[in-house]
């Protein structure tokens, strides 16, 4: 009796240590990250990551044409649907204020609203972005054209466009739609109000989905418009950085 459990005793020990030797040499197998980069074999649906996944693969440097340590450029990629106004006559100035549509964030900013992409995605929602930062020389050129505090932030006060952490947005469906949430952008009326309670309950649903995400990554609507948040976990200066115009930008 004595002797058989000694035996089971032993078995299960060597047993034990032949699945943790089994373990160690399994793991010295396995690819790190940086092996599964340097082998071109990674998978991450991120274009920034597969930036970097290429340049480790092929040592090629990818430049940028604005300052990386202060912007992050939101591309026009699903669930971000870019449909930037002022780039096109079609505005409340209907004229063009930039010579090109380019959305930029500061990084904080950019990196809280791209953290909104798989809750989108599996939502079955995207984002309509009808305005990012906007450069002071712009804001000056909106202000000239319409000249009222209520809706057109004074350049001398300056917009959270201009600091690069306000974003004009609204909702879409799966295949970038846009979703009726009770008026059009840079409508300047009483409907365009968060407050408004004249919509209907399912406007007025959307309206609350889309402020629910937009505070979970930390942005804050104004009282007057129902497409416009700030972020405000950070502050930042006017900035008057104007983007280069790239083929395929309108
Ligand atoms: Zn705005």
Known sequence: MILEFRSDRMD??????????FMVLWQCDQPTPRQDLQAGNLFIDSPAIEVEAN?????????????????????????????????????FVQRSIYPCGRCFLRRKAAQALIALRDSLIRSGYGLVIWDC????????????????????????????????????VGLTDMAGRVLDLGSTFDYFGREAHRDYPGHPVRIQERRQLLDRWMESAGFAGIRTEWWHFSYRRMSAPLDSFQWTCLSGND
């Open 12 to 21: 299960r020990k060597t047993i034990l240590l032949l699945a943790m030797a």
């Open 55 to 91: 340049v480790q693969k092929q040592d090629i440097s990818v430049s940028f044409d604005y300052d990386t340590s202060q912007w992050i450029e939101i591309m026009d990629q699903a669930p971000f649907h870019l449909d930037l106004r002022y780039a096109t006559p079609d505005n």
């Open 133 to 168: 930062y906007r450069p002071v020389q712009a804001q000056q050129a909106l202000w000239t054209a319409y000249p009222h505090a209520t809706y057109v932030t004074p350049p001398e006060k300056g917009s959270m466009h201009s600091r690069g952490l306000a974003i004009d």
